[in-house]
């Protein structure tokens, strides 16, 4: 069966960095696209970044480009979000999302001094 497990949240100051990561199995990983999303507290899901099945095309959300950067292991079967001069405002439930609609669980991102 399909699984999407992330991991790599946390709380960290303002400014600071983390990398998230989304192992995936069930599936084959490398003919599909795959997504982050987050959802802060009392706000709609949002699509953060998005990246090609063999990693050649990515989008970001206007937000956070220039900040984050999406990236995938198809060897690892995993896809990572990279996430660099983190602002209050990227506090949020952290999801990664294959483009076929099957959503992880979700990591918890603090961003807070």
């Known amino acids: 069966q399909v699984q999407l497990v992330e991991s790599g949240g946390g709380l960290v100051q303002p400014g600071g960095s983390l990398r998230l990561s989304c192992a995936a199995s069930?599936?084959?990983?490398?003919?599909?696209?795959m997504n982050w999303y987050r959802q802060a507290p009392g706000k709609e899901r949002e699509l953060v970044a998005g990246i090609s099945s063999v990693g050649y095309s990515t989008n970001y959300l206007e937000s956070v480009k220039g900040r984050f950067t999406i990236s995938r292991d198809n060897a690892k079967n995993t896809v990572y979000l990279q996430m660099n001069s983190l602002k209050p405002e990227d506090t949020a439930v952290y999801y990664c999302k294959t483009s076929f609609g099957f959503w992880g669980q979700g990591t918890q991102v603090t961003v807070s001094s």
């Open positions: 069930g599936f084959t990983f490398s003919s599909y696209g």
